[in-house]
Nanobody, 115 residues
Framework: QVRLVESGGGLVQPGGSLRLSCVVSGSAFSITTMGWHRQFPEKRRELVAG????????YAEDSVKGRFTISRDNAKKTVYLQMNNLKPEDTAVYYC????????WGQGTQVTVSS
């Protein structure tokens, strides 16, 4: 059974940075395309960025290109999301999962961007 544990969220001012981490247990992590998703209040989760097992990245939203960077450490079974120049509209709960979201979701980590 796969377990996902996200961390690193918090309250940050506009223009600030956060680095999210997600530790994955119980899976063939190194060959799995992973993704970071986010959910705005009363909205469905949406994919933000994905990364293949070999490190090829894609960003699903134009609004995060150039500001967010997804990466992974296969030895640590961890996927990261570096978020720079954060904006109030980035406020959401962030989740990691496979890029298609096929595993059970973790608890997510709240990111709040506000002055």
């Amino acid at each position: 059974q796969v377990r996902l544990v996200e961390s690193g969220g918090g309250l940050v001012q506009p223009g600030g940075s956060l680095r999210l981490s997600c530790v994955v247990s119980g899976s063939a992590f190194s060959i799995t395309t992973m993704g970071w998703h986010r959910q705005f209040p009363e909205k469905r989760r949406e994919l933000v960025a994905g990364i293949t097992g070999s490190g090829t990245t894609n960003y699903a939203e134009d609004s995060v290109k150039g500001r967010f960077t997804i990466s992974r450490d296969n030895a640590k079974k961890t996927v990261y999301l570096q978020m720079n120049n954060l904006k109030p509209e980035d406020t959401a709960v962030y989740y990691c999962n496979t890029q298609s979201g096929r595993w059970s979701w973790g608890q997510g980590t709240q990111v709040t961007v506000s002055s």
